[in-house]
């Protein structure tokens, strides 16, 4: 029997996904965190290994690493959080070919993680590229093509981070409620009357323990906490560094807009579906020839990931979106869990080659 290892190595922790031949999940494995951007080499392996040796002890394989004997996997495929300038690729890929006692090569992939996202490529006989839009609390969108069995990045657009854009993610989703309800307290205090009712307002100002909406100014800009403080579920906004304040205010929106059908809360998703949808078009083409580097909706994959993108009614906002556009894709799924879906596209990929 053949298995194909996919380890989904994130910021809170790593998953390890073992898939047989046949396609079907005979392992899985959890361990602490493994981002690139702030560990070292040898705690990323650590939590690798730690994953993996779960994930085989799972799958009834002996769980030493390196393997003693012949080594457990036709393939690894590992998406690295942190992963993204090629430097940082190239340190870990020799430690982890000794780990799992796969040569450097085709049958070893280290990535950033947005490309285990991709994984769908292998899953359609009909398509050889993704585009894959991932809104957690920050936002991008990242284009893929499969070659010969393997998934390569092709173009990319926003993930910049908070402070630059994640528009559509979650600080955006947070940020953008807070600026609806200060303009829409602006626009009925110049028209002396009150402003309409929220619960999106209410939700918000409970959050922040304030009676007055402009109190809410205060407290986003207070300075952020002592760095590495604990924060416990219940604290208090003012213990959150800045840029949480607001990314946690995005399940309140979406309870107002879906439960409560609130319309304020309705215009801030629209805005932030809005604005990404316009960095997914980057992406994407509606020919070959106007923009080369572009992918085709209508021979492609859209590939969803992250939190807020969980949320069916979000994500079909940004379908209809980009429909609007003009892209509507040959498939359409959404990832809950990138090192399940990766370890069945690889099962699926050997198969073709």
């Known amino acids: 029997m053949s298995y194909f290892l996919c380890v989904d190595c994130g910021g809170s922790k790593t998953a390890a996904v073992i898939a047989d031949s046949d396609g079907n999940i005979v392992g899985q494995g959890y361990a602490g965190p493994s981002n690139l951007t702030y560990l070292s080499t040898e705690t990323y392996l650590s939590a690798v290994k730690a994953a993996v040796a779960e994930a085989l002890g799972a799958a009834s394989l002996p769980t030493e690493l390196p393997p003693v004997g012949p080594a457990p996997f036709v393939t690894a495929w590992l998406g690295a959080s942190g992963a993204d300038a090629p430097s940082v690729i190239e340190s ?91 303009a829409t307290s602006d626009r009925a205090a110049v028209e002396k009357v009150a402003a309409p009712h929220s619960t999106l307002t209410e939700k918000v100002m409970s959050r922040f323990g304030i009676t007055n909406v402009m109190d809410v100014l205060r407290c986003i800009y207070l300075p952020d906490p002592v760095p590495d403080a604990v924060v416990g579920p219940n604290a208090s906004p003012a213990e959150f560094a800045r840029e949480k304040r607001l990314s946690t205010l995005s ?32 992406v994407l083409g509606t020919s070959a020839e106007d923009r080369p580097g572009a992918v085709l909706s209508q021979d492609a994959v859209l590939s969803f990931g992250g939190s807020l993108l969980g949320v069916e009614r979000y994500r079909q906002m940004v379908v209809d979106g980009l429909k609007e556009r003009g892209f509507v894709f040959k498939h359409v799924i959404y990832v809950s869990d990138a090192a399940k879906t990766g370890a069945v596209a690889l099962s699926a990929a050997a198969k073709r080659l």
């Open 92 to 182: 870990v890929k020799a430690p982890v070919a000794s780990l799992l006692d796969i040569p450097v090569g085709p049958n070893l992939v280290v990535a950033n993680d947005t490309h285990l996202l991709a994984a769908p490529i292998h899953l359609y006989d009909d398509v050889s590229r993704a585009v894959c839009i991932i809104a957690g609390t920050g936002a991008i969108a990242v284009s893929f093509e499969a070659v010969d069995g393997q998934i390569f990045e092709r173009c990319r657009s926003g993930g910049w981070g908070w402070i630059l854009g994640d528009e559509g993610g979650g600080y955006d989703v947070g940020r953008e409620a807070i600026r609806q309800i200060l």
């Open 251 to 282: 399940p309140m929106v979406f309870e107002a807009a879906f439960e409560d059908n609130d319309p304020l809360a309705m215009e801030v998703l629209k805005k932030c579906v809005s604005t990404l949808v316009e960095t997914a078009s980057v």
